[in-house]
């Protein structure tokens, strides 16, 4: 008999993560992120695409972008880890029991509350940058050994309009978005104001079929 609650969870396993960036560290200062033009890979994905690869061939594993593109506004603390996280119009929320305030370093007792509100324009944690629209991307990579996804995070609204518009293209197109041979490329983009920010976006393989 399945357990409820247990039986009915299931979750793709996980290889390992991507990355778009390195911590850069400098003598007297705190280690800081740093973007880079290409994917910060593990050592078995490097094996097969390269060191520095800027494209990775790629599947979805399921039909549902819910499951393998999760997108929320995320916001966490240094010492209390995950402290909001909404999708623009509601939010689940870390606060102090006794102030009601966000938990912060100086919370001893905390609760999640559900159902706050959750505008992006006018919070002031997204306008200092502390809290972030974040993409959870998993995804299959068929010639590196294992069974289970990769997983690579970006914070870029280019990325996910981009990535987002692809997986609605694909079942226009095809009917479906899962286990169509795709390349996942990462490269300069021109916006506005001008100059270059570095994206990952979506291709058809040439002289494949969908």
Not at 20 to 30: A, M, R, S, Y
Not at 41 to 55: L, W
Request: hydrophobic share 35%.
């Amino acid at each position: 008999m399945p357990i409820e609650g247990v039986s009915n969870i299931v979750r793709m396993p996980r290889l390992g993560k991507l990355r778009l960036g390195i911590k850069v560290e400098k003598p007297g200062k705190h280690p800081y992120p740093q973007a880079t033009d290409y994917f910060v890979c593990p050592h078995a994905v490097q094996e097969v695409f390269g060191e520095r690869p800027t494209e990775l061939e790629i599947m979805f594993p399921t039909e549902d972008p819910g499951q393998f593109a999760q997108q929320w506004l995320r916001c966490y603390s240094l010492t209390q880890g995950l402290v909001c996280i909404g999708d623009g119009l509601v939010c689940r929320r870390k606060v102090d029991a006794d102030t009601g305030a966000m938990a912060s370093h100086e919370t001893k007792n905390w609760e999640w509350k559900e159902g706050l509100p959750c505008n992006a324009q006018d919070c002031p944690d997204f306008l200092f940058k502390r809290c972030r629209r974040v993409m959870n991307l998993q995804v299959l990579i068929p010639k590196v050994r294992g069974l289970g996804v990769w997983q690579i995070d970006t914070t870029s609204f280019y990325s996910m309009v981009n990535i987002n518009s692809m997986v609605a293209l694909l079942k226009q197109l095809a009917g479906r978005c899962c286990f169509i041979p795709l390349k996942l490329c990462l490269g300069p983009l021109e916006v506005t104001p001008p100059g270059p920010v570095s994206y990952t976006h979506l291709t058809l393989p040439t002289n494949r079929e969908v």
